[in-house]
Protein backbone atom coordinates (compact mmCIF):
# COMPACT_ATOMS: atom_id res chain seq x y z
CA UNK A 1 0.00 0.00 0.00
CA UNK A 2 1.43 3.41 -1.01
CA UNK A 3 0.36 6.58 0.40
CA UNK A 4 1.53 9.95 -1.31
CA UNK A 5 2.05 13.06 0.96
CA UNK A 6 2.56 16.06 0.14
CA UNK A 7 4.40 18.60 2.23
CA UNK A 8 3.60 21.82 3.35
CA UNK A 9 6.08 24.52 3.34
CA UNK A 10 5.35 26.82 6.28
CA UNK A 11 8.56 29.04 5.08
CA UNK A 12 9.52 28.65 1.52
CA UNK A 13 13.07 27.55 0.94
CA UNK A 14 14.04 30.93 0.10
CA UNK A 15 13.02 33.11 2.69
CA UNK A 16 14.38 29.77 5.00
CA UNK A 17 17.83 30.43 3.21
CA UNK A 18 17.63 34.47 3.88
CA UNK A 19 16.99 33.68 7.72
CA UNK A 20 19.82 31.19 7.91
CA UNK A 21 22.14 33.90 6.35
CA UNK A 22 20.98 36.38 8.97
CA UNK A 23 21.35 34.45 11.83
CA UNK A 24 24.87 33.37 10.22
CA UNK A 25 25.74 37.29 10.22
CA UNK A 26 24.16 37.92 13.82
CA UNK A 27 26.51 35.17 15.37
CA UNK A 28 29.53 36.47 13.15
CA UNK A 29 29.00 39.76 14.79
CA UNK A 30 29.06 38.44 18.13
CA UNK A 31 32.45 36.81 17.25
CA UNK A 32 33.48 40.03 15.80
CA UNK A 33 32.73 41.89 19.24
CA UNK A 34 35.38 39.06 20.78
CA UNK A 35 38.15 40.10 17.93
CA UNK A 36 39.57 43.24 19.38
CA UNK A 37 42.78 45.26 18.77
CA UNK A 38 44.77 48.21 20.76
CA UNK A 39 44.02 51.20 19.29
CA UNK A 40 47.18 53.79 19.46
CA UNK A 41 44.81 56.83 19.63
CA UNK A 42 42.40 55.51 21.98
CA UNK A 43 42.56 53.11 25.68
CA UNK A 44 39.18 51.42 24.06
CA UNK A 45 40.16 48.83 21.64
CA UNK A 46 39.08 48.34 18.40
CA UNK A 47 36.93 45.55 17.50
CA UNK A 48 35.51 44.00 14.07
CA UNK A 49 31.91 44.96 14.63
CA UNK A 50 31.52 47.49 11.68
CA UNK A 51 33.40 45.31 9.28
CA UNK A 52 30.51 42.92 10.00
CA UNK A 53 27.39 45.73 9.75
CA UNK A 54 29.82 46.35 5.92
CA UNK A 55 29.44 42.71 5.45
CA UNK A 56 25.85 42.23 6.28
CA UNK A 57 24.71 44.97 3.85
CA UNK A 58 26.63 44.33 0.84
CA UNK A 59 26.29 40.06 0.70
CA UNK A 60 22.51 40.11 2.19
CA UNK A 61 21.06 43.31 0.75
CA UNK A 62 19.14 45.90 2.66
CA UNK A 63 16.51 43.84 4.04
CA UNK A 64 18.31 41.00 5.52
CA UNK A 65 21.49 42.82 6.23
CA UNK A 66 19.28 45.00 8.43
CA UNK A 67 17.60 42.10 9.50
CA UNK A 68 20.77 40.06 10.54
CA UNK A 69 21.78 43.22 13.00
CA UNK A 70 18.48 43.25 14.65
CA UNK A 71 19.07 39.42 15.44
CA UNK A 72 22.35 40.90 17.00
CA UNK A 73 21.22 43.60 18.77
CA UNK A 74 18.04 40.44 20.09
CA UNK A 75 20.73 38.11 20.84
CA UNK A 76 22.43 40.58 22.93
CA UNK A 77 19.49 42.12 24.67
CA UNK A 78 18.36 38.58 25.86
CA UNK A 79 21.66 38.35 27.49
CA UNK A 80 23.97 36.36 24.76
CA UNK A 81 27.36 37.85 25.56
CA UNK A 82 27.34 39.23 21.70
CA UNK A 83 28.51 42.82 22.81
CA UNK A 84 31.76 44.17 22.84
CA UNK A 85 34.13 42.95 25.89
CA UNK A 86 31.93 39.76 26.20
CA UNK A 87 28.66 42.17 27.68
CA UNK A 88 25.27 40.84 26.91
CA UNK A 89 21.88 42.30 28.07
CA UNK A 90 20.04 45.67 28.14
CA UNK A 91 22.68 47.68 29.17
CA UNK A 92 24.86 48.08 26.76
CA UNK A 93 21.72 49.27 24.67
CA UNK A 94 21.11 52.01 27.02
CA UNK A 95 24.67 52.76 27.69
CA UNK A 96 27.35 54.60 26.16
CA UNK A 97 27.32 52.39 23.42
CA UNK A 98 23.90 52.61 22.42
CA UNK A 99 24.28 54.67 19.59
CA UNK A 100 26.14 52.74 17.47
CA UNK A 101 24.54 49.31 18.47
CA UNK A 102 21.31 50.66 17.33
CA UNK A 103 22.74 52.09 14.32
CA UNK A 104 24.10 48.94 13.16
CA UNK A 105 20.57 47.90 11.43
CA UNK A 106 20.14 51.18 9.78
CA UNK A 107 23.81 51.18 8.87
CA UNK A 108 23.58 47.72 7.32
CA UNK A 109 20.24 48.72 5.50
CA UNK A 110 22.21 51.76 3.94
CA UNK A 111 25.12 49.84 2.87
CA UNK A 112 23.10 47.50 1.25
CA UNK A 113 20.43 49.83 -0.35
CA UNK A 114 23.81 51.57 -2.08
CA UNK A 115 25.33 48.82 -3.21
CA UNK A 116 22.27 46.87 -4.72
CA UNK A 117 21.11 50.12 -6.21
CA UNK A 118 17.86 49.01 -4.36
CA UNK A 119 16.00 46.35 -2.17
CA UNK A 120 16.68 43.72 -4.77
CA UNK A 121 19.42 41.60 -4.74
CA UNK A 122 22.48 42.16 -7.28
CA UNK A 123 25.66 40.76 -7.58
CA UNK A 124 28.07 42.70 -5.26
CA UNK A 125 31.01 41.87 -7.43
CA UNK A 126 29.38 43.66 -10.07
CA UNK A 127 29.09 47.07 -7.86
CA UNK A 128 31.77 49.41 -8.94
CA UNK A 129 34.63 50.30 -6.71
CA UNK A 130 33.67 53.98 -6.05
CA UNK A 131 29.96 52.46 -5.22
CA UNK A 132 30.79 49.91 -2.38
CA UNK A 133 33.47 51.96 -1.34
CA UNK A 134 30.58 54.75 -0.81
CA UNK A 135 28.23 52.79 0.61
CA UNK A 136 30.14 52.14 3.51
CA UNK A 137 31.56 55.37 3.96
CA UNK A 138 28.06 56.63 4.06
CA UNK A 139 27.31 53.78 6.77
CA UNK A 140 30.35 54.72 8.75
CA UNK A 141 28.59 58.06 8.68
CA UNK A 142 25.12 56.92 10.15
CA UNK A 143 27.23 54.50 12.67
CA UNK A 144 29.39 57.60 14.07
CA UNK A 145 26.59 60.17 13.83
CA UNK A 146 24.30 58.19 16.01
CA UNK A 147 27.18 57.00 18.14
CA UNK A 148 27.96 60.53 19.20
CA UNK A 149 24.43 61.44 19.57
CA UNK A 150 23.82 58.55 21.97
CA UNK A 151 27.33 59.13 23.65
CA UNK A 152 26.49 62.72 24.06
CA UNK A 153 23.30 61.94 25.73
CA UNK A 154 23.85 59.24 28.02
CA UNK A 155 27.69 60.92 29.18
CA UNK A 156 25.65 64.23 29.31
CA UNK A 157 28.09 66.06 27.04
CA UNK A 158 28.69 68.09 24.23
CA UNK A 159 28.02 66.91 20.49
CA UNK A 160 31.68 67.94 19.80
CA UNK A 161 32.96 66.77 23.13
CA UNK A 162 31.32 63.45 22.52
CA UNK A 163 32.48 63.21 18.94
CA UNK A 164 36.12 64.13 19.75
CA UNK A 165 36.05 60.97 23.04
CA UNK A 166 34.02 58.69 21.15
CA UNK A 167 34.57 58.68 17.70
CA UNK A 168 37.79 60.30 16.12
CA UNK A 169 40.25 57.79 17.09
CA UNK A 170 38.34 55.36 15.25
CA UNK A 171 37.64 56.93 12.45
CA UNK A 172 41.35 56.04 10.50
CA UNK A 173 41.57 52.03 11.72
CA UNK A 174 37.58 52.26 9.28
CA UNK A 175 39.33 52.77 6.12
CA UNK A 176 41.05 49.61 7.17
CA UNK A 177 38.05 47.69 7.31
CA UNK A 178 36.34 49.08 4.35
CA UNK A 179 39.37 47.92 2.95
CA UNK A 180 38.79 44.61 3.83
CA UNK A 181 35.11 44.39 3.10
CA UNK A 182 36.39 45.50 -0.44
CA UNK A 183 38.83 42.30 -0.62
CA UNK A 184 36.52 40.12 1.33
CA UNK A 185 33.38 40.91 -1.66
CA UNK A 186 35.90 40.65 -4.53
CA UNK A 187 37.15 37.76 -3.38
CA UNK A 188 36.39 34.18 -5.12
CA UNK A 189 35.30 33.23 -1.74
CA UNK A 190 32.23 35.56 -2.47
CA UNK A 191 29.44 34.11 -5.15
CA UNK A 192 26.54 35.94 -6.21
CA UNK A 193 23.21 35.56 -3.70
Known amino acids: MSTETEGVDLVGDEMAGNLARAALFAALMGAFAYVSFPNPLSTVPVTLQVLGVFLAGILLGPIWGAAAMVLYLAAGAVGAPV ?37 SLRDPKAASLVRLVGAMVLGTVVIYALGTVGF ?42
Do not use: C, M
Open 83 to 119: FAGGTGGIGPLLGFTAGYLWSYPLAAALVGGVVHRGL
Open 152 to 193: ALVQNVGLYEAFLASAVAFIPIEAIKIAAAVGIVRSDAVTAA
